[in-house]
């Protein structure tokens, strides 16, 4: 159902995956802003998102906990800083610590494109805050972003 180039721009923890999905903007939109379609496919397979909250617009939070299959709970926070329907998304996300405080922080931007019925994607997603504690993170950070469009490519098909 998507097509694209899931090929990397590494330049210090930056990602710039590209994807298009077959489907009109509007829907692809909507399962980024969704809770309930968001917590579907985020995180990688095999994941779970038993808390999924957002709050779609300027200054508006984000709470997302990804459950792995061995049960372990990976929370996430985050900001909305800019919300242009259909077209754009911008937001900021940490990864928490088991002692609650913020590993590090990404900034991403999500652009949707027309592209004759179909969507156009491009994610970019830039560290701009980090820990050494967070290393081990950035090593599955490409397959987790790769596997996560992957499940929004599943999820948009059964929509």
């Known amino acids: 159902m998507a097509t694209g180039n899931m090929a990397t721009k590494e ?32 995180g990688p397979h095999g994941f779970t998102n038993p808390v999924c909250e957002l709050d779609v617009r300027p200054g508006g939070a984000i709470r997302i906990h990804m459950r792995g299959p061995d049960g372990t709970v990976y929370p996430m926070t985050g900001v909305y800083l800019e919300v242009d329907e259909p077209e754009r998304i911008v937001f900021t996300s940490a990864a928490l610590g088991t ?9 991403t931007t999500v652009i949707f494109a027309e592209q004759g019925g179909k969507t156009k994607q491009i994610l970019h997603a830039r560290v701009i805050k980090m820990t050494a504690q967070a290393a081990p993170y950035f090593k599955g950070m490409e397959a987790g972003w ?11 098909a059964k929509t």
């Open 11 to 42: 330049k210090e923890h930056e990602l710039v995956p590209t994807r298009v999905f077959d489907a009109p903007r509007e829907l692809v939109w909507k399962v980024w802003t969704d809770p309930k379609h968001v917590a579907r496919w985020w």
């Open 99 to 107: 002692d609650g405080n913020p590993m590090f922080e990404v900034l």
């Open 146 to 156: 790769a596997q996560s469009l992957e499940r929004l490519a599943e999820s948009l």
